[in-house]
């Protein structure tokens, strides 16, 4: 909070008219979107609203069709890397670890963008080859300490519970002292206790400086969490706002109800999929996640 | 090993017998063995060895023999006798089992091996039939033995059951602490053992050498369920430059334990094959590349290092000294590791293992080639380079036989020295790279791509790194390969052959061993370097034969004898102990091969 108020909020991460189309599938349709340092927004949206695609667009897995992202000013490259180096981090949906590596090992491959020791340092094994070693374990373990895994440090990755994988993942991403942080369902397959938790953390990550920006579908989690909240439906942002009125809006409660409705943008989008289906009963893979 | 004693079948041995008569039954069976082989087992000093003496066991027997006595020391130590138990942690019962199928199979072996040989089953003399009664008594009696571990499937049958029975649990932590200097000498006495079972299966004739190769393989089998590879393995992490000092010294003793140059040289080429084969594992292991082309990369060392070597045939008539052969070599390698590497390894998937497979074909075909006739004439087409000149240094011709402490060591042993120094730095890099920056960025790439550039990690870069870094590896060891065997030749450099090292029995060095680790291709390469070249006789059948053995390791042993602690995990789940055993959802994986 200290570094919220002090700060002049700037504009982390704006995202402008962001489109991103699979052949004929228009996944993300011209989204725009901004993140102020020492927020949290939420990104919420029926499943196949096109959140996670959005969320690659941002950090350069999808190269987006139109559209562009820039961080603290300047436009990113749509390259994944890059992206982690000018400092957003992220993590997935499906929990992504190395998950044949050790606890330890997972948040170390995460400062990779903050060390910069190559193969000759490696090979030579200089003082400076050392002391980032160390430095880097030292960091890596207070990261493992302010997620409560310190004590399984040595275990692989694979081998956590689900919950604490999910944490390791936001401890990984937190290892490339990032400015931004995009966390994809943090507490999906979570227990309530173990969403609160998350909660928790994730207030302690904003509270160190960090924005956030969170795909979610616990509204409690979200009401409790966000200062902003958008709406994704069918790829077209709907609403954003506090989340009060995002909440409050008919056509979010009718996008996740399911219920179609006239007029609104998207709505060609939901007859031609009613249109598909009606021909090919059944299938319904449209609205299934991939990810 | 919880879940195992809560399924009944736990603790059932395969024969039903009560525990103690079955250990005292293998115990007495092992007896009955070791008396056999004080006796004659054929009559004729025709079959190799002489087995025909009383009182005096052939090397055959010896064998045999040392197989019994294991066979009963174990069983005895499973019966908590005082000043024994040291050797089973582990399992207790599984050891004694396999022992005693070890020098069942040794016995087995010798009497069928007689019998085809001479000509007859009447060509065994009694003492034969004894060893083998007994060592049959003893495998039967470890069958009763009760198993320690349950077999994984619900119904098991009589196989599972067997399987079972050759498992063992994990040792727990060791209680006893042993002195520091207690531990070194452990270190030491394994690896002078190692370097014994070695020297001897090296020098020994074709049926003393599968005799030795069955007992050493169940005796390895049986000492690591007992447990004691796992102390042993805690101890060489605790003391990593002890037993690298150890090791080097075990594998410089080499050449003074032979008397006969061809084993030396033996000893030479595979040390030239388990480098390259342990150059190729920072490529497949850690990086996760399928390299299907590699031996090039050793066939451009060396015939860099033959262009430049003085030789008279060479298209370049000068003389590099060996320093700046060795970097014109590497360097070549390097060259073309970044230009193959280069436009492939942008790209994700299979594409690296079709280009390297096409590159390893085409850098023999373009040797071939380049011979005046259908090309320009480099490198003397099939004829290839002959007559290289030995190596000197400072005066020190490695082409004459020297004097060191009273032994004479001949030309192979020099270029065995040599190629033991290249080893070790190979060793080094891969040890230091592994453990680094690079290194994580190396199985970060190979457990999940995505993940990994997600991180910040330029996958290309890294991967090129790796690659690139296999490549100068592997023609640094062609540039001593081509001087220690005087020529290069392009049908050197094949993708399958029946001699090592070609990119076939590489790979396979490297699986077979374990991926990862730096003693896994050490001892999948002499392996495969060593048991084609014994059994020459065999020839038709080899190829058939080593793709019979890798089908059957794979089925059963996925991660290679030495499994690196990640492998083990990865490929037996269940065998975990102490976490929960909770994976990652099983869907990750589909979706992460879909892309992004
Ligand atoms: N790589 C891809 N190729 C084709 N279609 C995709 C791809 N990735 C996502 N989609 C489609 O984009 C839509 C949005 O998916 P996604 O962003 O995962 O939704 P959400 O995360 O909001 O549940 C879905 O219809 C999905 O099928
Ligand atoms: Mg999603």
């Given at each position: 909070?200290?570094?919220?108020?002090?700060?002049?909020t700037?504009?982390?991460?704006?995202a402008?008219?962001?489109?991103?189309?699979?052949?004929g599938?228009?996944?993300?349709?011209?989204?725009?979107?901004?993140?102020?340092?020492?927020?949290?927004?939420?990104?919420?949206?029926?499943?196949?609203?096109?959140?996670?695609t959005?969320?690659?667009?941002?950090?350069?897995?999808?190269?987006?069709?139109?559209?562009?992202v820039?961080?603290?000013?300047?436009?990113?490259?749509?390259?994944?890397?890059?992206?982690t180096?000018?400092?957003?981090?992220?993590?997935?949906?499906?929990?992504?670890?190395?998950?044949?590596?050790?606890?330890l090992?997972?948040?170390?491959?995460?400062?990779?963008?903050?060390?910069?020791?190559?193969?000759?340092?490696?090979l030579?094994?200089?003082?400076?080859?050392?002391?980032?070693?160390?430095?880097?374990?030292?960091?890596?373990?207070?990261?493992?300490e302010?997620?409560?895994?310190?004590h399984?440090?040595?275990?692989?990755?694979?081998?956590l519970?689900?919950?604490?994988?999910?944490?390791?993942?936001?401890?990984?991403?937190?290892?490339?002292?990032?400015?931004?942080?995009?966390?994809?369902?943090?507490?999906?397959?979570?227990?309530?206790?173990?969403?609160?938790?998350a909660?928790?953390?994730?207030?302690?990550?904003?509270?160190?400086?960090?924005?956030?920006?969170?795909?979610?579908?616990?509204?409690?989690?979200?009401?409790?969490?966000?200062?902003?909240?958008?709406c994704?439906?069918?790829?077209?942002?709907?609403?954003?706002?506090?989340p009060?009125?995002?909440?409050?809006?008919?056509?979010?409660?009718?996008?996740?109800?399911?219920?179609?409705?006239?007029?609104?943008?998207?709505?060609?989008?939901?007859?031609?999929?009613?249109?598909?289906?009606?021909?090919?009963?059944?299938?319904?893979?449209?609205?299934?996640?991939?990810? | 090993?919880?879940?195992?004693?809560?399924?009944?079948?736990?603790?059932k041995?395969?024969?039903?017998?009560?525990?103690?008569?079955?250990?005292?039954?293998?115990?007495?069976?092992?007896?009955?063995?070791?008396?056999?082989?004080?006796?004659?087992?054929?009559?004729?000093?025709?079959y190799?060895?002489?087995?025909?003496v009383?009182?005096?066991?052939?090397?055959?027997?010896?064998?045999?023999?040392?197989g019994?006595?294991?066979t009963?020391?174990?069983?005895?130590?499973?019966?908590?006798?005082r000043?024994?138990?040291?050797?089973?942690?582990?399992?207790?019962?599984?050891p004694?089992?396999?022992?005693?199928?070890g020098?069942?199979?040794?016995?087995?072996?010798?009497?069928?091996?007689?019998?085809?040989?001479?000509?007859?089953?009447?060509?065994?003399?009694?003492?034969?039939?004894?060893?083998?009664?007994?060592?049959?008594?003893?495998?039967?009696a470890?069958?009763?033995?009760?198993?320690?571990?349950?077999?994984?499937?619900?119904?098991?049958?009589?196989?599972?059951?067997?399987?079972?029975a050759?498992?063992?649990?994990?040792?727990?932590?060791?209680?006893?602490?042993?002195?520091?200097?207690?531990?070194i000498?452990?270190?030491?006495?394994?690896?002078?053992?190692?370097?014994?079972?070695?020297?001897?299966?090296?020098?020994?004739?074709?049926?003393?050498?599968?005799?030795?190769?069955?007992?050493?393989?169940?005796?390895?089998?049986?000492?690591?369920?007992?447990?004691?590879?796992?102390?042993?393995?805690?101890?060489?992490?605790?003391?990593?430059?002890?037993?690298?000092?150890?090791?080097?010294?075990?594998?410089?003793?080499?050449p003074?334990?032979?008397?006969?140059?061809?084993?030396?040289?033996?000893?030479?080429?595979?040390?030239?094959?388990?480098?390259?084969?342990?150059?190729?594992?920072?490529?497949?292991?850690?990086?996760?590349?399928?390299?299907?082309?590699?031996?090039?990369?050793?066939?451009?060392?060396?015939?860099?290092?033959?262009?430049?070597?003085?030789?008279?045939?060479?298209?370049?008539?000068?003389?590099?000294?060996f320093?700046?052969?060795?970097?014109?070599?590497?360097?070549?390698?390097?060259?073309?590791?970044?230009?193959?590497?280069?436009?492939?390894?942008?790209?994700?998937?299979?594409?690296?293992?079709?280009?390297?497979?096409?590159?390893?074909?085409?850098?023999?075909?373009a040797?071939?080639?380049?011979?005046?006739?259908?090309?320009?004439?480099?490198?003397?087409?099939?004829?290839?380079?002959?007559?290289?000149?030995?190596?000197?240094?400072?005066?020190?011709?490695?082409?004459?036989?020297?004097?060191?402490?009273g032994?004479?060591?001949?030309?192979p042993?020099?270029?065995?020295?040599?190629?033991?120094?290249?080893l070790?730095?190979?060793?080094?890099v891969?040890?230091?790279?592994?453990?680094?920056?690079?290194?994580?960025?190396?199985?970060?790439?190979?457990?999940?791509?995505?993940?990994a550039?997600?991180?910040?990690?330029?996958?290309?870069?890294?991967?090129?790194?790796?690659?690139?870094?296999?490549?100068?590896?592997?023609?640094?060891?062609?540039?001593?390969?081509?001087?220690?065997?005087?020529?290069?030749t392009?049908?050197?450099y094949?993708?399958?052959?029946?001699?090592?090292?070609?990119?076939?029995?590489?790979?396979?060095?490297?699986?077979?061993?374990?991926?990862g680790?730096?003693?896994?291709?050490?001892?999948?390469?002499?392996?495969l370097?060593?048991?084609?070249?014994?059994l020459?006789f065999?020839?038709?059948l080899?190829?058939?034969?080593?793709?019979l053995?890798?089908?059957?390791?794979?089925?059963?042993?996925?991660?290679?004898?030495?499994?690196?602690?990640?492998?083990?995990?990865?490929?037996?789940?269940?065998?975990?102990?102490?976490?929960?055993?909770?994976?990652l959802?099983?869907?990750?994986?589909?979706?992460?091969k879909?892309?992004?």
């Amino acid at each position: 909070m200290n570094t919220m108020t002090t700060t002049a909020t700037t504009t982390v991460l704006d995202a402008s008219d962001v489109t991103m189309r699979f052949g004929g599938l228009t996944a993300v349709r011209s989204v725009s979107l901004t993140v102020n340092s020492g927020e949290i927004v939420g990104l919420i949206g029926p499943n196949g609203a096109g959140k996670t695609t959005f969320f690659n667009c941002l950090t350069g897995l999808y190269v987006p069709t139109e559209g562009k992202v820039s961080y603290k000013g300047t436009v990113l490259p749509p390259k994944p890397h890059l992206v982690t180096q000018a400092g957003i981090a992220r993590t997935f949906q499906n929990i992504r670890l190395f998950a044949n590596m050790t606890v330890l090992e997972n948040v170390l491959v995460g400062r990779h963008t903050r060390t910069k020791e190559g193969l000759w340092s490696a090979l030579l094994r200089g003082p400076g080859f050392k002391k980032a070693e160390a430095a880097s374990h030292e960091r890596a373990m207070e990261l493992l300490e302010f997620i409560g895994l310190a004590h399984k440090a040595d275990h692989l990755a694979r081998n956590l519970p689900y919950g604490e994988q999910r944490k390791l993942e936001i401890a990984r991403a937190l290892a490339s002292e990032p400015g931004l942080l995009l966390l994809d369902e943090p507490t999906a397959g979570m227990n309530p206790q173990e969403t609160r938790a998350a909660e928790e953390l994730i207030f302690a990550i904003r509270d160190q400086g960090i924005a956030v920006l969170v795909i979610e579908h616990d509204m409690r989690f979200i009401f409790n969490l966000c200062d902003r909240v958008a709406c994704l439906v069918q790829g077209e942002k709907l609403v954003e706002g506090t989340p009060e009125t995002v909440q409050s809006d008919e056509r979010v409660i009718a996008a996740y109800l399911g219920t179609p409705f006239e007029g609104a943008p998207g709505a060609e989008e939901v007859a031609e999929v009613e249109a598909a289906e009606a021909a090919a009963p059944g299938t319904d893979s449209r609205t299934e996640d991939p990810k | 090993m919880t879940t195992t004693l809560t399924k009944d079948t736990g603790s059932k041995a395969i024969i039903p017998l009560p525990p103690t008569t079955a250990r005292i039954g293998a115990v007495a069976g092992a007896v009955v063995a070791f008396a056999g082989t004080m006796m004659p087992w054929t009559w004729t000093s025709a079959y190799p060895g002489d087995l025909t003496v009383y009182g005096y066991p052939a090397e055959l027997q010896v064998v045999t023999l040392t197989g019994a006595l294991l066979t009963a020391l174990f069983a005895l130590s499973g019966l908590g006798i005082r000043g024994l138990t040291w050797l089973t942690p582990g399992g207790k019962s599984s050891p004694v089992l396999l022992f005693a199928l070890g020098t069942l199979g040794t016995v087995g072996y010798a009497m069928g091996s007689i019998s085809y040989q001479l000509g007859g089953v009447v060509n065994l003399e009694p003492g034969a039939w004894i060893s083998g009664v007994g060592a049959l008594i003893a495998a039967v009696a470890a069958l009763g033995l009760p198993a320690e571990v349950a077999p994984d499937e619900y119904e098991p049958n009589l196989w599972h059951r067997l399987r079972a029975a050759t498992k063992a649990p994990e040792p727990g932590r060791s209680t006893k602490e042993l002195p520091a200097w207690l531990e070194i000498v452990v270190i030491g006495v394994s690896f002078a053992l190692g370097l014994y079972v070695f020297a001897y299966c090296i020098a020994a004739e074709a049926e003393l050498f599968i005799g030795a190769l069955i007992t050493t393989c169940f005796g390895a089998a049986a000492v690591s369920r007992a447990g004691l590879l796992a102390r042993l393995t805690t101890l060489t992490t605790k003391h990593r430059n002890v037993t690298m000092a150890a090791a080097i010294v075990a594998a410089a003793c080499f050449p003074f334990t032979q008397t006969d140059d061809t084993y030396a040289l033996i000893g030479a080429n595979i040390l030239i094959f388990t480098t390259v084969a342990l150059g190729l594992n920072i490529v497949v292991g850690l990086a996760g590349l399928l390299d299907l082309g590699y031996v090039a990369f050793l066939g451009v060392g060396a015939y860099a290092a033959a262009l430049v070597s003085g030789a008279p045939t060479s298209s370049i008539g000068v003389q590099f000294p060996f320093w700046a052969a060795v970097l014109t070599g590497a360097g070549a390698s390097l060259v073309f590791g970044v230009v193959i590497g280069a436009p492939t390894l942008r790209l994700r998937g299979d594409y690296l293992a079709i280009v390297t497979l096409g590159f390893g074909e085409i850098f023999r075909i373009a040797m071939q080639n380049l011979n005046g006739n259908t090309g320009p004439d480099i490198t003397n087409g099939s004829n290839g380079i002959p007559n290289i000149p030995d190596l000197e240094f400072f005066g020190f011709n490695f082409g004459e036989s020297h004097e060191f402490l009273g032994t004479p060591l001949g030309r192979p042993s020099n270029y065995f020295f040599l190629m033991l120094i290249v080893l070790v730095f190979v060793v080094l890099v891969f040890r230091r790279s592994g453990d680094s920056r690079i290194g994580r960025a190396w199985v970060a790439i190979r457990e999940d791509e995505t993940a990994a550039t997600a991180m910040g990690i330029n996958g290309f870069r890294v991967k090129l790194i790796a690659f690139a870094l296999g490549a100068t590896l592997a023609g640094l060891a062609g540039t001593v390969q081509a001087h220690l065997q005087s020529t290069v030749t392009p049908e050197q450099y094949q993708f399958a052959n029946t001699v090592p090292p070609n990119s076939a029995f590489l790979l396979a060095a490297v699986i077979l061993g374990g991926m990862g680790t730096i003693s896994g291709p050490l001892i999948g390469a002499a392996l495969l370097y060593l048991i084609p070249k014994k059994l020459e006789f065999l020839e038709e059948l080899q190829l058939l034969l080593f793709g019979l053995a890798l089908v059957l390791l794979m089925r059963f042993r996925p991660e290679g004898l030495v499994a690196n602690k990640r492998a083990q995990l990865q490929f037996h789940e269940t065998d975990q102990l102490d976490v929960p055993d909770q994976r990652l959802p099983q869907d990750t994986v589909s979706v992460t091969k879909a892309g992004a």
